[in-house]
């Protein structure tokens, strides 16, 4: 565990000022109140598309596709990614669908908060249901965490973290989730990454027996 925090104190380091920031802000607004602030900086047409489709980062198929990716080369890393995702994924999973069964911001606003005007954007797949946590959150976290982990590049492990906070945000920012729902999502998906280091990444006889490519010549 000392190792594993001396080589990526950085990346918990930036991750838990993060997560401070968002829990102050939980604690000093209501979820509408909270949604209606971050809604409104949402209208231009550049950052509007960008996150609409960066949002796609934090999908399964996506997880699935780098984790057979890193497979092929490294059974050990690809059953890494894999493994977490399945794990977080199906955390995330039961939570949304059999213990908190939250309605989404667009059901929300458009049912029960009809005086209040939220920006929606062009072309996005509104759902209604099953909000926290937010499955994407949980799966960018997942992924990127994973991916930081496995390389001893500084810089990479700060953008792997970037990309997962921007697709996590998107998901406010498109009014997809809210803020408490990405915020669960993050922690499920980082906790999920690190536990598993310890089964994959981190040397042990079992580790090590898959740190071999898939096919080997």
Same mark, same amino acid.
């Given at each position: 565990?000392?190792?594993?925090?001396?080589?990526?104190?950085?990346?918990?380091?930036?991750?838990?000022?993060?997560?401070?920031?968002?829990?102050?802000?939980?604690?000093? =607004?209501?979820?509408?109140?909270?949604?209606?602030?971050?809604? &409104?900086?949402?209208?231009?047409?550049?950052?509007?598309? *960008?996150?609409?489709?960066?949002?796609?980062?934090?999908?399964?198929?996506?997880?699935?596709?780098?984790?057979?990716?890193?497979?092929?080369?490294?059974? $050990?890393?690809?059953?890494?990614?894999?493994?977490?995702?399945?794990?977080?994924? &199906?955390?995330?999973?039961?939570?949304?669908?059999?213990?908190?069964?939250?309605? $989404?911001?667009?059901?929300?606003?458009?049912?029960?908060? %009809?005086?209040?005007?939220? %920006?929606?954007?062009?072309?996005?797949?509104?759902?209604?249901?099953?909000?926290?946590?937010?499955?994407?959150?949980?799966?960018?976290?997942?992924?990127?965490? #994973?991916?930081?982990?496995?390389?001893?590049?500084?810089?990479?492990?700060?953008? *792997?973290? #970037? =990309?997962?906070?921007?697709?996590?945000?998107?998901?406010?920012?498109?009014?997809?989730?809210?803020?408490?729902?990405? *915020?669960?999502? &993050?922690?499920?998906?980082?906790?999920?990454?690190?536990?598993?280091?310890?089964? =994959?990444?981190?040397?042990?006889? =079992? &580790?090590?027996?898959?740190? $071999?490519? *898939?096919?080997?010549?």
């Amino acid at each position: 565990m000392k190792q594993l925090l001396k080589n990526n104190w950085l990346f918990y380091t930036l991750y838990l000022l993060a997560i401070v920031i968002a829990a102050i802000y939980l604690l000093s =607004f209501d979820k509408i109140t909270l949604h209606q602030k971050i809604n &409104s900086v949402v209208g231009n047409p550049l950052v509007d598309s *960008f996150f609409k489709y960066f949002t796609n980062v934090g999908d399964g198929l996506l997880a699935i596709l780098i984790g057979i990716v890193l497979l092929l080369f490294n059974i $050990r890393n690809g059953l890494y990614v894999l493994v977490s995702h399945f794990i977080s994924g &199906s955390i995330s999973s039961v939570c949304k669908n059999y213990l908190f069964n939250y309605t $989404r911001p667009f059901f929300t606003f458009d049912y029960y908060h %009809k005086d209040i005007k939220i %920006k929606y954007i062009e072309g996005v797949d509104y759902i209604g249901q099953f909000s926290f946590p937010s499955g994407h959150a949980t799966t960018a976290f997942t992924v990127f965490t #994973c991916l930081a982990l496995m390389t001893t590049n500084k810089i990479l492990k700060i953008i *792997f973290l #970037c =990309f997962a906070i921007m697709a996590a945000y998107s998901r406010i920012y498109i009014s997809q989730h809210w803020l408490v729902d990405i *915020f669960a999502g &993050s922690i499920i998906g980082i906790s999920v990454s690190t536990a598993m280091y310890f089964v =994959f990444i981190k040397p042990n006889s =079992f &580790s090590d027996k898959l740190n $071999r490519p *898939f096919i080997q010549s």
